[in-house]
């Protein structure tokens, strides 16, 4: 009887929080944030591949942060942000251009109660946005004000960076706001470039990803499916492409883009209640898997394919978990090949 109800006890651990799906164990978690972990993105050091950075939401209404974590999943203090008003997610893009000669790597994030997003320059954390731009200012209902998801944009073809912002609630179209990064000799400017988006009308719209390469945006419809849409505004607002809706049990939530070369790849999208992931290929958005993590009611996710090192050779996979931390894949793990 006690082997039996070892033996129990282990299959539980094992297949209760992947509906059945065997765990594929993290390779670490980073260490506890203080209150409420929602959002990560990872910044490679190309320079040194070694002292890349992932990037984490912690929310709280007064005192939440984007916490800065190295590859071993500590945290770095001194590149950390705290006193933040509920920060939800977070995105990374490289070669920002300041002014004709200088360009920078930056980082934005969502300030949910202060209804604007921020922009800072990575790796030396210092704000470009003289304390954040306000966003959808056109609304008069103060729930579709208040932003959540972010993703970055740069147009490979001109090098033009937009940000997409979701929010909390909002209206059937036009969802989202597409802001240009406009910098010039009074600072960095965000100037709305359009409104697109269809939602359903059911729960919300958080997460987006972009992928640069190809040119395509896309978000959940939490109840629904996933959207695609040209990121280019010049390449027309219609919807391309709405789908995945059957693979996932309630919220499809945080999208991570896998890429390989020309149109390979893969996107790997939170199944929330599910307590998995769903993987696509980015070439047609074709469903690939199913596959469990650990973690436990995921909302964000980041991956990058190029190595970071003796740590992560192959490329690292990082989700958010319901317990305040982040959960580090080497992404050859995930066996998306």
Known sequence: MKNTFILGAIALVLFSCGNGLPEVAPTLKTEK????????????????????????????EVNGGVYAFDLDGKIIKEKSLTGVSYPNNVDIEYGFKLTDSTETDIMMF????????????????????NGGYKVFTDET???????????????????????????KAGPTQG??????????????????????????GQKEIEAIAVDDALGYVYYSDEGVGIRKYHADPKQGDKEIALFGSEYFKDDIEGIAIATYGGDNGFLIVSNQQDHSFNIFKRSDNSFVKTINLGTIETDGCDVVTESLGKKFPNGLFVSMNDQQDFFYHALDSLKLK
Do not use: C
């Not at 997003?117 to 704000?127: C, G, T």
């Not at 706001?177 to 988006?197: F, I, P, T």
């Open 110 to 129: 969502t300030e949910r109660e202060k209804n604007q997003i921020r922009l800072y320059s990575v790796p030396d954390m210092k704000p470009l946005d």
């Open 141 to 167: 209902n103060i729930e579709m004000k208040r932003p959540m998801g972010i993703s970055i944009y740069k147009n490979p073809k001109t090098g033009e960076v937009s940000a997409f912002v979701s929010r």
């Open 175 to 200: 969802y989202l706001y597409q802001y240009a990064l406009v910098s010039d000799s009074l600072g960095v400017h965000a100037n709305l470039l359009r409104k697109l988006g269809t939602f359903s």
């Open 33 to 60: 944030l203080p209150h409420d972990s929602d959002d990560p993105a990872i910044w490679i050091n190309r320079e040194n591949p070694e002292q890349s950075i992932v990037f984490g939401t912690d929310k709280d």
